[in-house]
């Protein structure tokens, strides 16, 4: 059977139209109940999220610092408290135009 498209021109497009990295980050398990935690709580500081979950305080930093990489989550410092927050808006955007371009992909393809 011959395939109708390139699969690495397919690859491609996908790579440079989808911030798969975004996807990876917000779709691993811990940090997906992170974030739909922080939705529903709003903002926060490490420890008092921490309560709520089995993971240790430095394991929910780490995982909250690397969302804020990707701005999942907004970190603000506030004397010596850090406090984190779910970045609603960025996420919803990047949803919506990921999907336009996944439209705009297939149609393509």
Known sequence: ??????????????????????????????RSELLLFLSANGEMTIGEIAEHFPQNRSVISRHLDFM????????????????YKANKEFIVDTFEVTANNMKALMNLL
């Open 68 to 83: 804020n990489r990707f701005k999942i989550v907004q970190r603000r410092k506030e004397g010596r408290e850090v406090y």
């Open 1 to 30: 059977m011959k395939l109708n498209y390139d699969p690495n021109k397919c690859k491609k497009l996908i790579e440079d139209n989808i911030d798969i990295e975004f996807f990876r980050a917000i779709f691993d398990p811990v």
